[in-house]
């Protein structure tokens, strides 16, 4: 055959038709077609637009793959509107507004195609065109890999998109495709995107990667069903479902994906079964809105990359999880918001960082026969609305077992907990609670932690073997019924004497009466403060250098404290002073040393208990996982009972970047108890100026609760002069001639910047000073008393 030409074999039925013949244009030769006829392609390049109207073979020359090239200038370089066999093609389109090969109709074969094009579509099927393609590849950095529009459908089997430009397979218009070990990578849209109602598709044994969008794609009431595919290295989420969409993954593993796993919202509708998703930067699945619901069988999510709970359910969602394993993830479990529900039966939580599960914001969890380890969190219920059950479940090597707060009241039955590093399970802030049947052994802590008053239910629970006590209640207010340990020093009521028990004891109540059950020890005393007059301190306020604006404050204060006492005593009303207070400046400006006074102040005002000073800070508050924080900040309030509780640089429990900081678990709870008991403890924040005023601005709720803002201003080189005087006189030293203007050039010369110590630079400076005093006075025989006591310009330290 010679180059360019077109031989068509005639293959009728009568004797007299069987005969070749060639062509100098394959539009000649198809033509000159009739059905069953076949047509050999020299190799060569045909710059013609073919339109294929008959069922014959259309194929190269055997054994020259990729030789024929269609290639014409603009429009559609193949239309297939029969159910021909074309074979061993090399297509390409120019036409940025057509496709490159066109099948508008009948069940055409195409095998061994090759589509290179900047067109709108590789490949695109519609209508009633049902085609089987075969082993097809397509590069189209220009548009849609392959196309399947307004009701058309057809089997793809071992095809490839090797380069799109938009989405790699896109499925619209009612159209239902079928695809069969076909791989799908380096798309600049959704590796397959389905959208639309009727739309469908079928995937088995596919592959999707290296994609710039989501995996896939399925929205606008369309479905799909995924069995034994791949979804992997995309730079979106590996799988979306959004508009009353429907997915059935099967056998499915999606992995190595920087966003969600799997995102689904809008009444969506997501089944897995025997599916694996791990190495995901955000949620491995991710259920947002009413409607929305995923159904999870046999399937594993593990090995998360980035900061995010592995299931996150909210705004009214639902997921259930049935023979699951979650493990190796900062948190397992997430439910949020009202109407949200998450239904957890036989699964394993496990190597959790954080929290198993999170009940919150009104949203309800129900666990059957879980087993959760190695996380610092087994459940957290966290407030109020927010509550389900967990029945027949163990919970093993964790910090606390369950959390229940701030209104929260979920059910827990025949649960286990076993070897918490802290509390079996812990109630605070007004959570609630049902225990029935639970046991709680090998605590580093209590077995079951109540405090505030929650009012709890225990019922035939137990604990054995508890590091610091079966049962802690800090005030009456749990229901306890048919309650043992096997603690020794075991159950009382608040405030009573240690009972002499046996090795086990049983604890019955009823009625709201707490009787023998066990009680928190009375709190350790607040540190002993020696009584002051007020005028006593405020003297040794106004002895300090400087700070003139604060000492006005802190007067203006103490004067509304003392004035609305006496209106009391007089039987009139008084004013409600917050007494909270926010401290801003530099360091060394002397806010440790005020806040001291403060509580004194109030202390011998009568409105502080003891008026103790507590200093802590981030690190005092924040643990490494969300239940310890909550219980570190109560603890550290509870220290300052009676007193101030002084938190220095506070606005790090807010950084800028705080992401999911549990500082966040800080804040919440400082401000919850601030409000439960006000008149107990002052709290006092305090840090620099500007970080202070955004920490504010971004918690309304923590601002709300300080009356005023006290700002420290930097000293003066006079204020840090008289610092330096006044620390030599306390330990009998004397600024000798040229000492004091040494110093006072030496301040005035020092670098302001963020290191600047104000009052700590000024003790530094001294404490240097007797330093380089004590080496020079070191070198003399016969020292005499002025020679041991009088510093020199020369003590002076070199400035930095």
């Known amino acids: 055959m010679a180059q360019g030409t ?125 085609p089987t393609v ?48 076909c791989r799908v990578h380096h798309a600049s849209g959704a590796g397959l995107s389905v959208t639309g109602e009727h739309s469908g598709l079928e995937a088995i044994g596919c592959e999707v990667y290296e994609v710039k969008g989501a995996g896939v794609h399925i929205t606008g009431r369309a479905s799909a069903h995924l069995t034994d595919c791949d979804v992997h290295r995309t730079t979106s989420d590996g799988i979306t479902l959004d508009t009353d969409a429907v997915l059935t993954l099967a056998d499915c593993r999606i992995h190595d994906i920087p966003e969600n796993a799997i995102d689904l919202r809008s009444r969506s509708v997501l089944t897995l079964t025997r599916s694996t998703v791990h190495r995901f930067g955000r949620n491995g699945l991710s259920v947002w809105d009413p409607g929305t619901r995923v159904d999870a069988n046999q399937c594993e999510i593990h090995d998360s990359t980035g900061d995010y709970p592995a299931v996150w359910v909210s705004d009214g969602a639902t997921a259930v999880l049935e023979s699951c394993r979650v493990r190796d993830v900062p948190d397992a479990l997430f439910v949020l918001d009202r109407g949200s529900r998450a239904d957890v039966v036989d699964s394993d939580l496990s190597q959790v960082r954080n929290t198993a599960v999170s009940v919150s914001d009104g949203a309800t969890a129900q666990l059957d026969d879980c087993r959760i380890r190695e996380a610092a969190t087994g459940a957290w219920f966290r407030d109020h609305g927010s509550g389900g059950t967990l029945a027949n479940c163990t919970v093993d090597a964790v910090q606390t077992g369950v959390i229940v707060t701030k209104g929260a009241d979920p059910t827990i039955e025949r649960c286990t907990v076993t070897s918490p590093a802290e509390a ?67 159950p009382r009521a608040p405030g009573s004497a240690p009972l ?53 404050e802190v007067r203006a204060l103490t004067d ?25 400046g530099s360091p060394g400006t002397g806010k440790t040393t005020v806040a001291r006074l403060y509580g004194e102040i109030l202390a011998s005002l009568g409105v502080l208990e003891s008026g103790h000073l507590v200093e802590v800070s981030r690190v005092d508050l924040v643990g490494e996982h969300i239940g310890s924080t909550a219980i570190r900040t109560q603890e550290a309030f ?39 008991h006000r008149e107990a403890v002052v709290v006092i924040v305090a840090g620099y100026t500007e970080e202070m005023r955004r920490f504010l601005s971004v918690n309304p709720g923590v601002a709300s609760r300080f009356s005023r803002t006290i700002t420290f201003s930097d000293y003066a080189p006079e204020e840090l002069l008289r610092i330096v005087e ?67 310009p020369e003590d002076l330290p070199e400035p930095v």
């Open 6 to 130: 077109v031989q068509v074999t005639h293959t009728g039925t009568s004797r007299w038709r069987r005969r070749t013949g060639e062509y100098a244009s394959l539009a000649a030769a198809l033509e000159a077609a009739s059905d069953g006829d076949i047509l050999t392609v020299a190799p060569g390049t045909y710059r013609e637009n073919l339109v294929v109207q008959r069922a014959v073979t259309l194929r190269g020359t055997e054994g020259s793959a990729g030789s024929v090239r269609i290639a014409p200038s603009e429009g559609v370089p193949l239309t297939v509107r029969a159910s021909a066999v074309v074979q061993d093609l090399h297509v390409e389109g120019q036409d940025s507004s057509a496709p490159a090969l066109l099948v508008e109709d009948g069940a055409p074969e195409l095998a061994d195609i090759r589509v290179v094009t900047r067109s709108a579509a590789g490949i695109e099927v519609r209508g009633g065109a049902r």
């Open 134 to 181: 075969r082993r097809c590849t397509v590069d189209n950095p220009g548009g849609i890999g392959i196309a399947v529009l307004d009701g058309g459908g057809g089997v793809f089997e071992e095809c490839e998109i090797v380069a799109a430009g938009q989405s790699g397979i896109a499925v619209r218009g009612g159209a239902h495709p079928r695809l069969e070990r």
């Open 424 to 490: 079996g399970f812990y109630v605070s802030a007004g959570g609630r609670g049902s225990f029935h049947g639970c046991r709680v052994s090998g605590s580093g802590g209590y077995g079951f932690h109540v405090i505030d008053g929650c009012r709890t239910t225990l019922k035939k629970c137990r604990t054995e073997r508890c590091a610091r006590g079966g049962f802690e209640f800090s005030e009456e207010g749990p229901l306890v019924e048919e309650c043992t340990s096997d603690e020794s020093g075991g």
């Open 500 to 552: 002499e028990a046996p090795a086990v004891q049983t604890a019955t109540q009823t009625a709201g009466l707490l009787g023998s059950v066990p009680a928190q020890p009375p709190r350790p005393a607040a540190p002993e403060v020696s009584a002051r007059a007020s005028k006593e301190v405020l003297g040794e306020l106004d002895a300090l250098v400087g700070l003139d604006s604060v000492k006005r």
């Open 560 to 584: 509304m404290i003392e004035v609305g006492r006496r209106r009391q005593q007089a039987g009139l009303k008084a004013a409600s002073v917050r007494r909270h207070l926010v401290f801003t």
């Open 638 to 676: 509870d220290r300052a009972r009676g007193g101030v509780l002084f938190i220095d640089e506070a606005y790090a429990l807010s950084p800028e970047d705080s992401g999911r900081d549990f500082g966040r678990e800080a804040i919440d709870t400082l401000v919850k108890l601030m409000e439960d």
């Open 726 to 792: 006044q620390q030599a006189e306390e330990h009998e030293y004397r600024l000798g001639t040229g000492a004091g203007e040494a110093l006072l050039k030496y301040f005035t010369a020092l670098p302001k910047g963020p290191a600047f110590g104000n009052g700590r630079t000024a003790r530094q400076t001294f404490e240097a000073m007797v330093e380089r005093h004590a080496g020079r006075v070191a070198q003399l025989p016969e020292p005499s008393t002025d020679d041991l006591t009088l510093l020199y």
